[in-house]
């Protein structure tokens, strides 16, 4: 009897641990119960935040409650058990998904790379036997034209008659070797060139960028790690970076 394919037994384990996931009854009603009111407590959430004003006490006591308010609802929200375990399962079914992906595409990239690169090593090998050939045969026609043009020269220098002379010259300087071509075969393959950077002088590089602005934008900063930096070393100061310190 012949062995199933791994990669279908994977799709079907992927399968199972799809219809794993499904969110029954039960649990639609759990999530419908905890999560209905803070939707319906968002609808003030929102309606405040549009018209909020501060010009005294009372209007800070309303914003702060409404604060402690909305920090409790995301708590819920984000600690929510039975919405957690449809995340996390998800996650295991997507990560479960990207393995059976993987478990077809990464072998079918390795064969396709060992089969092609036989024959772009012909193709390469072909062409450069065409380029030899052409330079050899472009030297010929080359060599075979100066000798023309030499020997119309020689038979200008020996007439008397500066008609003759004449015509010679032109004939020898519309002497011209002609440009051989010599096509190299190719398989068929689907190719395409792409530059790649090999490597980077980061000080080259960077000082290149006070001369030409335009290359600034392939410089990404982070700012995120500026801030991290500056909140881990307050008296830290960069020469071009303004830093603020906000109350969140």
Request: aromatic share 4%; glycine share 4%; no cysteine.
């Amino acid at each position: 009897m012949e062995t199933e394919r791994v990669e279908l037994v994977q799709v079907n384990k992927l399968v199972e641990a799809t219809n794993a996931v499904a969110v029954s009854n039960p649990i639609r009603e759990e999530l419908i119960r905890t999560l209905s009111p803070v939707a319906e407590r968002m609808a003030g959430y929102e309606k405040l935040a549009r018209v909020i004003v501060v010009k005294e006490q009372a209007d800070a006591d309303v914003a702060a409650k409404a604060d402690k308010e909305i920090a409790a609802d995301i708590k819920l929200v984000e600690g929510n058990d039975v919405l957690s375990k449809i995340i996390r399962g998800l996650d295991q079914l997507h990560g479960k998904a990207v393995a059976v992906r993987s478990l077809f595409v990464g072998p079918m990239k390795g064969y396709r790379k060992t089969i092609r690169q036989p024959v772009l090593d012909w193709e390469a090998d072909e062409k450069k036997k065409a380029d030899d050939l052409a330079r050899k045969l472009n030297a010929e026609a080359a060599a075979k034209a100066a000798r023309e043009q030499a020997a119309l020269l020689k038979k200008a220098d020996a007439v008397k008659a500066p008609e003759k002379q004449e015509a010679y010259r032109e004939q020898a300087a519309a002497t011209v070797a002609p440009t051989v071509h010599v096509p190299a075969p190719k398989s068929g393959l689907r190719v395409s060139k792409a530059w790649t950077v090999k490597g980077i002088n980061e000080a080259e590089f960077y000082g290149a960028l006070v001369n030409n602005p335009s290359f600034r934008g392939f410089v990404e900063i982070n700012k995120i790690r500026l801030a991290r930096a500056k909140a881990a070393n307050p008296s830290m100061e960069i020469l071009g970076v303004v830093f603020e310190q906000v109350t969140r």
